[in-house]
């Protein structure tokens, strides 16, 4: 397992979680002049500059940022917060904002960012996408509030006051290997071209090694042995946390399922290394946890 965090991971954040249930503490950390705002607008982060070469842009708190804030944590002394906008509908205008970025798909422009201000645009998207879709309690339909700073959501009925915490969807990826090649799969939704390692979620009552053996048979009809893990990635595209693993194949013959991938073959390691990517065949975007699974295992043969 290699120490180098994956992009959207290694948020540069004290999360200082104990500071979320002390409602006079967040209030005096909003009103601080050294707080700052990470906006959020309909799943948008807020940047400047060139789309290849993006940063983050956070801004004080102030006139036409409303919105219930969400308090990420502390970056050294200064609390750092984040506000969905979505409501607004020409939020680049507002009186806090106008002139200093624009709200962008994080998907976009993510992958060139700072590491720090990626992770930390990839954790505001991820808490304003859960608030926004937790409104109403899950056991009885009442309106939920927010609490403890944005990180829990409390159902306003007090005969259920049932607690919401933010969900993560765990999820795992795998690269199937036979020593020399690997199993690459294409589904109909990908770009044109894209071709990816295999993944799957996790089910109730499974464990992440019996996760990935299944995932393999239902999408490629291929045993696996071997099974180990690289590394993980927070994916808030909406809500999941990818977990990397290596497993090595002991059947060949690939089968596909009618419901799972639209083709999958072979391919090997050689081949990837030295292949120029294009409209026929191209390798996953950058930014995820199966380019660089794959990247590892081509640079370790």
């Given at each position: 397992?290699?120490?180098?965090?994956?992009?959207?991971?290694?948020?540069?954040?004290?999360?200082?979680?104990?500071?979320?249930?002390?409602?006079?503490?967040?209030?005096?950390?909003?009103?601080?002049?050294?707080?700052?705002?990470?906006?959020?607008?309909?799943?948008?982060?807020?940047?400047?500059?060139?789309?290849?070469?993006?940063?983050?842009?956070?801004?004080?708190?102030?006139?036409?940022?409303?919105?219930?804030?969400?308090?990420?944590?502390?970056?050294?002394?200064?609390?750092?917060?984040?506000?969905?906008?979505?409501?607004?509908?020409?939020?680049?205008?507002?009186?806090?904002?106008?002139?200093?970025?624009?709200?962008?798909?994080?998907?976009?422009?993510?992958?060139?960012?700072?590491?720090?201000?990626?992770?930390?645009?990839?954790?505001?998207?991820?808490?304003?996408?859960?608030?926004?879709?937790?409104?109403?309690?899950?056991?009885?339909?009442?309106?939920?509030?927010?609490?403890?700073?944005?990180?829990?959501?409390?159902?306003?009925?007090?005969?259920?006051?049932?607690?919401?915490?933010?969900?993560?969807?765990?999820?795992?990826?795998?690269?199937?290997?036979?020593?020399?090649?690997?199993?690459l799969g294409r589904q109909s939704r990908f770009p044109p071209g894209m071709h990816s390692v295999l993944a799957g979620f996790v089910e109730p009552g499974e464990?992440?090694?019996?996760?990935?053996?299944?995932?393999?048979?239902?999408?490629?009809?291929?045993?696996?042995?071997?099974?180990?893990?690289?590394?993980?990635?927070?994916?808030?595209?909406?809500?999941?946390?990818?977990?990397?693993?290596?497993?090595?194949?002991?059947?060949?013959?690939?089968?596909t399922g009618q419901d799972e991938l639209e083709s999958a073959q072979w391919y090997d390691r050689a081949f990837l290394r030295d292949h120029s990517p294009s409209?026929?065949?191209?390798?996953?975007?950058?930014?995820?946890?199966?380019?660089?699974?794959?990247?590892?295992?081509?640079?370790?043969?």
């Amino acid at each position: 397992m290699s120490d180098r965090p994956n992009v959207y991971a290694g948020v540069p954040l004290d999360r200082a979680a104990l500071r979320r249930k002390n409602e006079d503490w967040l209030t005096q950390a909003w009103l601080s002049p050294d707080a700052r705002v990470l906006p959020v607008w309909q799943t948008r982060s807020f940047v400047t500059g060139p789309a290849d070469a993006a940063r983050a842009v956070l801004v004080p708190p102030g006139a036409g940022l409303e919105g219930v804030p969400i308090f990420l944590g502390l970056l050294g002394e200064d609390p750092i917060f984040a506000v969905d906008l979505s409501i607004a509908e020409s939020p680049e205008s507002l009186p806090g904002l106008e002139g200093l970025g624009r709200f962008e798909d994080l998907r976009a422009v993510g992958p060139l960012m700072p590491e720090g201000e990626g992770a930390l645009c990839a954790y505001a998207r991820g808490m304003a996408w859960w608030n926004a879709r937790h409104r109403f309690c899950g056991v009885c339909g009442a309106p939920a509030a927010s609490a403890e700073a944005g990180h829990v959501r409390i159902c306003t009925d007090p005969a259920c006051a049932t607690h919401h915490f933010p969900r993560t969807d765990p999820a795992v990826i795998m690269l199937v290997h036979d020593g020399d090649r690997v199993v690459l799969g294409r589904q109909s939704r990908f770009p044109p071209g894209m071709h990816s390692v295999l993944a799957g979620f996790v089910e109730p009552g499974e464990s992440l090694e019996e996760t990935v053996a299944r995932e393999v048979m239902e999408e490629v009809g291929l045993s696996v042995t071997d099974v180990r893990y690289q590394s993980s990635q927070p994916w808030p595209f909406p809500s999941s946390l990818m977990l990397g693993f290596t497993a090595r194949a002991t059947s060949f013959d690939i089968e596909t399922g009618q419901d799972e991938l639209e083709s999958a073959q072979w391919y090997d390691r050689a081949f990837l290394r030295d292949h120029s990517p294009s409209e026929a065949f191209r390798l996953p975007r950058r930014d995820s946890i199966a380019h660089r699974l794959l990247a590892e295992w081509i640079a370790a043969g």
